[in-house]
């Protein structure tokens, strides 16, 4: 070192005092030989110093140290891993979940409609393949974190292996040397005895079977006693001694090597997982970045979307949504009223008579219906209209005028015969309520058609007309039985994967209960769904509830007599062959791994519980994505359907309440994992 410090000052020195500048690249040519030299020889050091730890004692437990902190540090990055995979997939399902229910949101009627409706639909598209792109890289984190943990367990079994082997090669020589260290120590105070007995030193005679020995005895004696723990010390030294070459030379080497490669191994594994994780990180937000901004070059690798997300914004147009929102009422517009003009009252004009009235001062009917119509909803009785009778008569287009006063429908019986007009005059009507009675007038009766106008009575007429009618039978026994009948049954007689019963019931939901608060939890009324239950008994593909008459306007009644089919199955929806393995899935504390287990438990469902599941569980996610209106989330769903799902009579059902709801909660939280959703 101190020549290259001779060397560079005097390189500097000649450089700085006008020195050519060739021998200033000569001499920085040769500092960076040096360097190299000195390089090169502190790696020859370092070799050194690692070879001589190794081929020591302790280097199979500084080995074994090593590999104990590789492993350490794979599982810890595969924790890192597990996490920050489930941090994505939570997030990117969320921002799945908020563009879906977004979009839906914007086809509302009372949402805004025209360029902003657009311009925000791209948006959650955008969203959308962000989310998309979130979902591929929290997948491949866990796939890196199972690939961890799998590297991390190999090498934790090569590690005892190799500690076991080494170890006992190392355990063998040093009790050899111990043995050996032992034989010498008694062979060096049994030549002391001899020693001390050849020269003479006088020593307590030592006694036999027939009395004290004689010195020659005992010197004999310990001669003999010194060959034998010398003959026994030069063995054990043998045998120390070959079991150490054998240690240095083939036990220790070998299981080092072992012990580097499999330090090398994980620690290239833990490297190369790290790499992944460093280009997946710029893979997503370079892709996110491109969905936002998209270069103008990639319309054909993005299809349509070569628009930024900020030019999509700035495509909103307030004025002309506002003007095509506005035109868009020109229908609507009403007819243009004459202008106000003053006419006198007839009774003023002395030279005017009266006469009979005429097609002039005859109005339409309908002003007047309309009056009478109201929270009540008349119905007019028509014989082209259903439960009319045909004996009735038609309803005149046109009425005389009845008179100045308002007709509430309060005040409205619920039968009422319009009066009769005269020629006289127009008639007075009495401030008195009407009555049911026809009201006579004063003069040559004048008797057009009668019309009948009926107020509806309460919801038992309704039933009783549909009785009449023979749509919904109040007592008929079944024809076709649906209830208490399975799943497999239904489908070998109706074709049909989906029972005709679960089809119609849910339709009926997602038309008019979503934002029915307590759908599912309040109960029907029982007579409501004893008659349904009778219709599906008989004649499942007579009833459509797309018509809200079909099942007396009362959707609780409908979710009522879904749930009551469900439970009256001989065999529950998730079957008792599968009861464990539902509830051993539940029992999983991870959440993706509990849903895996679901998933495959699920999958071993016969074909129609499959079909059937599948129908009921994407019905019920629309239901909970409504839960704002209808307090009904997937943790209550979950309440309400757990043991309908999975059957009320299994041993220990009631101790495992808890598992059942589980387990329909996680289906209904995992439900585009599970089942696809067109």
Not at 379 to 386: A, D, E, G, L
């Amino acid at each position: 070192m101190a020549s290259r410090e001779s060397i560079e000052r005097s390189s500097s020195e000649f450089g700085t005092s006008g020195a050519p500048l060739g021998a200033v690249t000569h001499a920085t040519t040769l500092s960076a030989d040096i360097d190299g030299v000195d390089a090169q020889s502190s790696t020859i050091e370092s070799s050194a110093i690692f070879n001589r730890v190794l081929r020591s004692d302790i280097g199979l437990s500084t080995l074994l140290a090593r590999l104990k902190q590789s492993i350490g540090s794979s599982r810890d990055f595969a924790a890192f891993l597990k996490k920050r995979s489930a941090l994505e997939e939570e997030h990117a399902q969320g921002l799945k979940k908020l563009c879906r229910t977004t979009h839906d949101t914007t086809r509302r009627p009372e949402s805004r409609q025209g360029s902003y409706s657009h311009c925000f639909n791209e948006i959650t598209r955008i969203h959308e393949n962000m989310a998309d792109n979130g979902i591929q890289f929290a997948l491949s984190l866990h796939q890196m974190h199972e690939d961890l943990q799998e590297l991390a367990a190999d090498k934790e079994r090569g590690r005892k292996q190799w500690k076991q082997t080494g170890l006992s090669a190392e355990k063998r020589v040093q009790d050899s040397e111990a043995a050996m260290e032992k034989a010498k120590a008694k062979y060096n105070s049994l030549a002391e005895d001899y020693d001390r007995a050849r020269t003479g030193d006088k020593q307590i005679g030592r006694f036999g079977l027939k009395g004290p020995k004689s010195a020659a005895q005992v010197e004999e004696e310990l001669h003999r006693r010194v060959q034998a723990a010398d003959t026994d010390y030069a063995s054990k030294v043998q045998t120390a001694q070959g079991l150490r070459r054998e240690l240095v030379s083939s036990s220790r080497p070998q299981t080092a090597q072992a012990l580097q490669q499999l330090i090398n191994e994980c620690d290239s594994g833990l490297t190369l997982q790290m790499q992944k994780f460093a280009s997946f990180n710029e893979k997503l937000l370079l892709s996110n970045g491109l969905r936002i901004c998209p270069l103008k070059s990639q319309g054909n690798a993005l299809g349509s979307q070569t628009r930024s997300l900020r030019d999509v914004v700035y495509e909103i147009s307030n004025e002309r949504d506002l003007r095509d929102y506005v035109s868009s009422y020109a229908p609507r517009i009403p007819q243009k009223q004459g202008e106000v003009q003053y006419e006198p009252h007839h009774s003023l004009q002395p030279s005017q008579q009266a006469f009979p009235l005429s097609s002039s001062r005859q109005i339409s009917i309908q002003p007047l219906v309309q009056s009478l119509q109201g929270p009540s909803d008349l119905h007019i009785m028509n014989p082209n209209m259903p439960g009319s009778s045909p004996h009735q008569p038609l309803m005149p287009s046109y009425v005389p005028v009845v008179g100045e006063s308002n007709v509430t429908n309060h005040d409205a019986p619920k039968h009422m015969t319009l009066p009769s007009s005269t020629t006289s005059g127009p008639p007075q009507i009495p401030d008195t309520p009407f009555t049911p009675t026809q009201t006579q007038f004063p003069s040559a009766p004048y008797n057009p058609p009668s019309m009948v106008v009926q107020l509806p009575h309460s919801q038992s007429l309704m039933q009783n007309s549909m009785h009449q009618n023979g749509t919904y039978p109040a007592e008929m026994p079944p024809l076709r039985p649906v209830f208490g009948v399975s799943l497999e049954d239904l489908f070998n007689r109706d074709i049909s994967a989906v029972p005709m019963v679960v089809y119609q019931c849910l339709q009926a939901v997602d038309l008019f209960g979503l934002e029915v608060e307590g759908i599912y939890r309040l109960s029907g009324t029982a007579s409501h769904i004893g008659k349904l239950r009778t219709v599906f008994d008989n004649d499942a593909s007579q009833v459509d509830f797309r018509n809200p008459e079909n099942f007396f306007h009362d959707v609780n009644s409908v979710a009522g007599l879904l749930k009551q089919f469900l439970r009256d199955l001989p065999d529950p929806l998730l079957t008792r062959e599968h009861y464990q393995g539902f509830i051993d899935a539940a029992r999983i504390d991870d959440d993706i791994a509990r849903r895996d287990s679901l998933h495959a438990t699920i999958n071993n469902l016969p074909d129609p519980n499959y079909a059937t599941l599948r129908a009921l569980t994407l019905h019920l996610h629309r239901v909970q994505e409504h839960s704002a209106a209808n307090r009904m989330n997937a943790g209550n769903l979950a309440i309400c359907f757990g043991p309908t799902l999975m059957g009320t009579n299994n041993t220990g059902s009631i101790a495992d309440a808890g598992w059942q709801v589980r387990v329909i909660d996680t289906i209904l939280q995992n439900t585009y994992q599970i089942f696809d959703d067109d």
